[in-house]
Nanobody, 125 residues
Framework: QVQLVESGGGLVQAGGSLKLSCTVS????????MGWFRQVPGKEREFVAS????????TYLDSVKGRFTISREYAKNTIHLQMNSLKVEDTAIYYC??????????????????WGQGTQVTVSS
């Protein structure tokens, strides 16, 4: 059974940084693309970032490009999302996604088969 456990969320002032982590068990991070999505109450979950199996391909939501970086740490079976220059509008519950496409990356929620429980990120003004 696949389990994804996110950590690193919290409260930060605008302009600050946070680093989210997602540790996978029951799979390896080499089994498929992985990603981060986020959701604000009352709105649909939206794509944030995705990384391919080899870590060579990454794709980002336009509004986070240049501020967020997704990466893999194979030895710990973990992916990270480094978030810099945070804005109030980045406030959301952030979800880790696994079991994505075997080749390439994806921005589609339906392409990922496993999800974490989410971690809250709150950015204050």
């Amino acid at each position: 059974q696949v389990q994804l456990v996110e950590s690193g969320g919290g409260l930060v002032q605008a302009g600050g940084s946070l680093k989210l982590s997602c540790t996978v068990s029951g799979r390896t991070v080499r089994d498929g693309a992985m990603g981060w999505f986020r959701q604000v109450p009352g709105k649909e979950r939206e794509f944030v970032a995705s990384i391919d199996v080899n870590g060579g391909l990454r794709t980002y939501l336009d509004s986070v490009k240049g501020r967020f970086t997704i990466s893999r740490e194979y030895a710990k079976n973990t992916i990270h999302l480094q978030m810099n220059s945070l804005k109030v509008e980045d406030t959301a519950i952030y979800y880790c996604a696994a079991d994505g496409p075997r080749f390439g990356v994806s921005q589609r929620e339906a392409d990922f088969g496993s999800w974490g429980q989410g971690t809250q990120v709150t950015v204050s003004s």
